[in-house]
């Protein structure tokens, strides 16, 4: 016989722990979706430990596993509706689109939003195949936490007949990262300490402690990224 109680339980824990993993799942940040959106991503989560559960405990009762899946499934496409009719809802229940860099220069406030540090940017860059910051016009963290860029015009993809005069990209080692100046960058690069600090005040700087990011080549170019809490792109996400 059906106990409607034990439905009534788990129907209810259903429209309550969802609501709750997703607050969660956001305040966790866009590394921890993977390449799913956020509520596409819980409803996997939920399917699979519902039906796990359903398999590794023969007590629990079929009956309310199948309740439970097509709850979830309902939640599910009711809440897809409202994301569609109503804008603030679904910027409730997904990420944004945040924009991270912007003409080579790291948008830091923005960065932390995203749960991202400049080691991961950096990762993503070079899985991209791009070696500096300063060859990003825009860098985007959508909302399945991937990143998308656009190269400045010089580092985008050219005709054969352009490739001859266009110069070759060299690999930029981390020089300061949040402050830090890492040593055994200038050893490698034969540079010294004090060089270093000449060209910081050609751009502005008294302290290596005021930089969040500088790079440099093999050629010996400094590239230092100048954080910005100012929004100077268009917030056409919003």
Same mark, same amino acid.
């Given at each position: 016989m059906v106990d409607f109680k034990d439905l009534g339980i788990v129907a209810l824990r259903i429209f309550t722990i969802l609501p709750f993993m997703i607050f969660v799942t956001l305040y966790m940040g866009k590394r921890s979706i993977g390449e799913l959106p956020v509520f596409d991503f819980l409803v996997v989560l939920v399917f699979g430990s519902v039906v796990g559960a359903?398999?590794?405990?023969?007590?629990?009762?079929?009956?309310?596993?199948i309740v439970a899946m097509i709850l979830i499934g309902i939640l599910q496409k009711i809440l897809t509706k409202m994301k569609i009719?109503?804008?603030?809802?679904?910027?409730?229940?997904?990420f944004e689109p945040t924009v991270v860099i912007e003409n080579g220069q790291v948008l830091? @406030?923005?960065l932390k939003k995203t749960g991202y540090t400049i080691d991961n940017i950096l990762m993503l860059l070079r899985e991209k195949e791009v070696f500096s910051l300063q060859d990003v016009e825009i860098g985007?963290? @959508?909302?399945?936490?991937s990143l998308s860029i656009n190269k400045?015009?010089?580092?985008?993809?050219?005709?054969?007949e352009d490739?001859?005069?266009?110069?070759?990209?060299?690999?930029?080692?981390?020089?300061?990262?949040?402050?830090?100046?890492?040593?055994?960058?200038? @050893?490698?690069?034969?540079?010294? @300490?004090?060089w270093v600090r000449k060209e910081m005040q050609k751009e502005g700087f008294t302290a290596?402690?005021?930089?969040?990011y500088a790079s440099i080549n093999v050629r010996k170019e400094i590239h230092i990224v100048k954080t910005s809490d100012i929004h100077t792109y268009p917030h056409f996400f919003n």
């Open positions: 359903d398999i590794a405990d023969p007590d629990i009762k079929h009956i309310h596993t009719s109503s804008r603030k809802i679904g910027k409730l229940l997904s830091k @406030e923005d985007i963290i @959508e909302s399945n936490g400045i015009p010089p580092k985008q993809t050219v005709t054969v490739a001859g005069v266009m110069k070759r990209t060299s690999l930029a080692f981390p020089l300061i990262v949040d402050g830090v100046l890492h040593t055994g960058v200038l @050893e490698k690069l034969n540079v010294e @300490e004090k290596i402690d005021e930089v969040f």
